[in-house]
């Protein structure tokens, strides 16, 4: 996972990303919120630690402009030394999933870390998807628009799954080519460019259908729902 850190002492800092490494996450520490939001605006993250005192402002008031921002729901746990009842309620009512006290035990850190991460990934097993017009048969490996099937390569099927899997979210173009291409070194990111430009033609994604591939400059893309679709899961 892709974990973004708000730690103003640097020392705790180095310690909680050394105990997520050994677990396989990427994590990026940041020591002021502004530099925090800036950046979880900016980039793709799967999951937020916060610190509450801070040397700008809270890690309640951070949350609190995440929460607003994004337009995903994005999991953020609470890892501060301040442990009264009043202060966790006040925080998991501010849209927190979970609160931890200093210091980190790495066990029960990690665990919570992939509990979060199995409640936010979407299930594919054995499971049909459903949003708006869009069927997304995981098993078969087939998308249907309004019944009719679309002629799509295993690329685009892995793409388009991805995308809205993670509709709302901003994706950047290295998320993408990690997360579909299994890429982590830097190469032309004009492959990502090709796809998305391919995959609003053959998906149709426009009014009618309502959902959109939008280009954030510079950034990445995003899948935006356009009109009030639904989203269900059809078991088998």
Avoid at 82 to 92: F, G, K, T
Avoid at 157 to 172: A, H, I, K, M, P
Avoid at 175 to 196: A, F, K, P, S
Avoid at 218 to 230: D, F
Wanted: hydrophobic share 40%; aromatic share 6%; charged share 25%.
């Amino acid at each position: 996972m892709r974990i973004a850190l708000l730690e103003d002492e640097q020392e705790q800092a180095q310690h909680v990303k050394g105990l997520l490494a050994e677990r396989h996450h990427e994590c990026d520490a940041y020591p002021t919120a502004q530099a925090f939001i800036s950046s979880v605006l900016h980039r793709s993250y799967d999951l937020l630690i916060l610190d509450w005192q801070i040397p700008d402002g809270t890690g309640l008031d951070v949350l609190k402009a995440i929460r607003a921002q994004l337009n995903w729901r994005i999991p953020v746990v609470f890892l501060t030394q301040r442990d009264s009842e009043q202060d966790i309620v006040q925080a998991l009512d501010a849209g927190a999933d979970d609160y931890l006290s200093k210091p980190a035990r790495p066990a029960e850190l990690a665990a919570r870390i992939n509990a979060l991460a199995r409640r936010t990934t979407p299930e594919t097993e054995k499971e049909v998807l459903q949003f708006g017009p869009f069927t997304i048969d995981t098993q078969v490996r087939s998308i249907a628009l309004k019944g009719e099937q679309l002629a799509l390569t295993d690329k685009d099927f892995d793409l388009t799954l991805f995308l809205f899997q993670n509709q709302g979210r901003l994706l950047t173009r290295e998320v993408l080519l990690e997360r579909v291409w299994g890429l982590t070194r830097d190469i032309n990111t004009r492959t990502v460019d090709t796809h998305m430009s391919r995959l609003r033609r053959r998906l149709g994604l426009n009014p009618d259908n309502g959902y959109r591939i939008k280009t954030i400059y510079q950034r990445g893309y995003r899948l935006e729902a356009l009109n009030a679709v639904t989203h269900e899961v059809i078991q088998d």
